[in-house]
């Protein structure tokens, strides 16, 4: 099969091509951290984990280099350039207002989990939240649904431990109408929806920290 780069709908991974039609055609597991102290929020800890077809080319690329070569830390500065490019393909709210990030991570890094890739970084919000009384709702998610961007557990998007007495974390997975699914399902691989639709917004788990 050959290996091919889908750049209109900004995918930053090398995908193999195969045959299925229908969107999305790539899958990301997700795991998020939020990072806080005792009074605000200041980011998230992210950990991103590729499907094996979308790993197979970073992986390829990585050949066998140890955790910490320089060749792990090259893949993750091109990879991560690409997620800035795309706002870290991640929305979050407070009070019905965007809260704007930094440009830049604070940490980032890629690493091998068996025969998928890993991408690990730390998203910090421009200015710290305050947490007492608030509620936040962020989404990770591609715009042209491309890309499945996803939490498989509730348990996936966690709470320091400092905050766990004080504040609730919840993941919520949206029921798109049947004609949504449809359409998604008619989408084959060089298809792109209208900007306009939001698609991957339509299938973007939602979640909620709310504090006391």
């Known amino acids: 099969m050959q290996i091919v780069k889908h750049s209109a709908c900004a995918l930053f991974f090398a995908v193999l091509s195969f045959t299925a039609a229908a969107h999305p055609h790539s899958f990301i597991s ?9 009074t605000h929020l200041s980011g998230l800890k992210m950990r991103w984990t590729m499907d094996e077809i979308t790993s197979a080319d970073l992986l390829y690329d990585a050949g066998n280099a140890k955790p910490g070569d320089e060749v792990w830390k090259k893949l993750a500065a091109e990879v991560m350039a690409n997620v800035l490019g795309q706002h870290y393909f991640t929305e979050f709210w407070h009070n019905g207002q965007k809260v704007k990030f930094l440009n830049r991570p604070t940490v980032y890094g890629m690493e091998r989990d068996g025969h998928q890739a890993v991408l690990t970084f730390i998203l910090p919000l421009a200015q710290p939240q305050p947490l007492a009384g608030q509620k936040y709702i962020f989404s990770t998610f591609d715009p ?34 049947e004609e949504t699914l449809n359409f998604a399902l008619s989408l084959d691989k060089a298809d792109a929806p209208p900007e306009d639709m939001d698609l991957g917004k339509q299938f973007a788990q939602q979640v909620t920290v709310q504090c006391q």
């Open 144 to 177: 042209s649904y491309y890309v499945d961007m996803s939490y498989a557990e509730e348990k996936d998007a966690t709470l320091p431990s400092a905050l766990q007495k004080r504040c609730k974390i919840a993941v919520h997975t949206p029921q798109p109408s």
């Open 30 to 38: 997700l795991k998020t951290e939020i990072v806080a102290d005792e």
